[in-house]
């Protein structure tokens, strides 16, 4: 599967279903709207960009097969924004980019800030040289570093002077890891400035990024940045989302519910039993005896223990002298006894 995590969105786009129609064309699986806010966080958090089923309903011409996701792109000023404030706003986008400006947000979006894509304006000349291991603090976090060749293909002599040199110290300092290729395309340009995957691969190839890399930069790497970005909205402390399965079939919930109501009428029958056998021994002066054993009353005689059987069994064997051994030689010895005495 092939990722174009940045197609810029306006509100009045005539070329967005025709664009999106191309990437699909040119073999693109899922395709991040892009939203970009400068200045101050607004007021208001809620999501301007439509759903896919939203923007289906409305332009029929979508591909279906195409998912389409919704991104938000930061541009980080001088004092930075509240962490607190990004997560509220992050919980409503598929995706969270932060834009730096200079060396100093570019370093804070590395390290503090939460965020899923750190996106930098390739375009305009960098005050300093990328850093590898400021780079590498964001890349061990999960962050991804984008590149956007829509301004190297379609900008001025000086726009694409500066998007191949600091394209190339992008990939040195980052040693080719953790890097997204995504087109970047403007609405004014529309589908003039996408190219296939393939192309954005021989293209980073010129730039010094190697074709597995670059592989991974529009397929793998993207994946990876779509997943942890669901993750993180939709779970909690390693919990997956529970999603909603439907309802039961009619069917099978009446026919569970037909077995609930036997059990429960079998219940109220064997209760209504015991209760009529425990007011009838009432009435006959009868005291309730536990399970098994006979109802015993003021006119009927106790039962005898398994121990006071044996006793009255011992007892008349030794009153008719077959008590055991012994009586044998008692019953000799007193017969010799007797004729002695004759």
Same mark, same amino acid.
């Given at each position: 599967?092939?990722?174009?995590?940045?197609?810029?969105?306006?509100?009045?786009?005539?070329?967005?279903?025709?664009?999106?129609?191309?990437?699909?064309?040119?073999?693109?699986?899922?395709?991040?709207?892009?939203?970009?806010?400068?200045?101050?966080?607004?007021?208001?958090?809620?999501?301007?960009?439509?759903?896919?089923?939203?923007?289906?309903?409305?332009?029929?011409?979508?591909?279906?097969?195409?998912?389409?996701?919704?991104?938000?792109?930061?541009?980080?000023?001088?004092?930075?924004?509240?962490?607190?404030?990004?997560?509220?706003?992050?919980?409503?986008?598929?995706?969270?980019?932060?834009?730096?400006?200079?060396?100093?947000?570019?370093?804070?979006?590395?390290?503090?800030?939460?965020?899923?894509?750190?996106?930098?304006?390739?375009?305009?000349?960098?005050?300093?040289?990328?850093?590898?291991?400021?780079?590498?603090?964001?890349?061990?976090?999960?962050?991804?570093?984008?590149?956007?060749?829509?301004?190297?293909?379609?900008?001025?002599?000086?726009?694409?002077?500066?998007?191949?040199?600091?394209?190339?110290?992008?990939?040195?300092?980052? +040693? *080719?890891?953790?890097? $997204?290729?995504?087109? &970047?395309?403007?609405?004014?340009?529309?589908?003039? /400035?996408? %190219?296939?995957?393939?192309?954005?691969?021989?293209?980073?190839?010129?730039?010094?990024?190697?074709?597995?890399?670059?592989?991974?930069?529009?397929?793998?790497?993207?994946?990876?940045?779509?997943?942890?970005?669901?993750?993180?909205?939709?779970?909690? +402390? *390693?919990?997956?989302? $529970?999603?909603?399965? &439907?309802?039961?079939?009619?069917?099978?919930?009446? /026919?569970? %519910?037909?077995?609930?109501?036997?059990?429960?009428?079998?219940?109220?029958?064997?209760?209504?039993?015991?209760?009529?056998?425990?007011?009838?021994?009432?009435?006959?002066?009868?005291?309730?005896?536990?399970?098994?054993?006979?109802?015993?009353?003021?006119?009927?005689?106790?039962?005898?223990?398994?121990?006071?059987?044996?006793?009255?069994?011992?007892?008349?064997?030794?009153?008719?002298?077959?008590?055991?051994?012994?009586?044998?030689?008692?019953?000799?010895?007193?017969?010799?006894?007797?004729?002695?005495?004759?």
């Amino acid at each position: 599967m092939f990722y174009d995590l940045n197609v810029q969105w306006t509100p009045s786009d005539p070329n967005l279903p025709r664009t999106l129609a191309f990437l699909h064309e040119l073999g693109y699986n899922v395709v991040a709207l892009n939203h970009t806010i400068s200045g101050k966080l607004p007021t208001d958090l809620t999501n301007p960009i439509p759903t896919q089923s939203q923007l289906q309903q409305t332009h029929k011409s979508l591909p279906t097969k195409l998912t389409i996701l919704r991104r938000l792109t930061l541009v980080l000023s001088e004092s930075g924004h509240p962490n607190a404030r990004l997560t509220a706003l992050a919980s409503n986008y598929d995706l969270l980019a932060l834009r730096p400006v200079d060396e100093k947000t570019l370093s804070l979006a590395c390290s503090s800030m939460d965020c899923d894509i750190i996106s930098i304006d390739l375009t305009q000349r960098f005050g300093t040289y990328f850093k590898h291991k400021m780079l590498s603090v964001a890349i061990q976090s999960g962050k991804k570093i984008e590149i956007c060749y829509s301004g190297g293909v379609l900008g001025d002599a000086q726009g694409r002077r500066n998007m191949i040199s600091n394209a190339t110290q992008l990939i040195r300092a980052t +040693r *080719g890891r953790g890097l $997204i290729i995504s087109s &970047g395309v403007e609405t004014r340009t529309g589908a003039v /400035g996408c %190219r296939g995957p393939w192309d954005a691969v021989n293209l980073a190839a010129v730039w010094g990024l190697g074709q597995e890399r670059g592989y991974e930069a529009v397929s793998k790497e993207a994946r990876t940045v779509v997943v942890s970005g669901k993750l993180k909205r939709t779970g909690y +402390r *390693g919990a997956v989302d $529970i999603v909603y399965g &439907g309802e039961k079939p009619k069917e099978l919930d009446m /026919g569970i %519910r037909e077995k609930q109501a036997q059990k429960q009428s079998q219940k109220q029958k064997q209760g209504a039993k015991k209760d009529g056998a425990q007011q009838q021994n009432e009435q006959h002066g009868l005291k309730r005896k536990a399970d098994g054993d006979t109802p015993t009353g003021d006119g009927m005689e106790k039962p005898l223990s398994k121990r006071q059987q044996k006793k009255l069994a011992h007892a008349a064997r030794v009153a008719n002298g077959t008590a055991g051994p012994g009586a044998h030689k008692a019953s000799g010895n007193d017969a010799g006894s007797g004729a002695a005495a004759d």
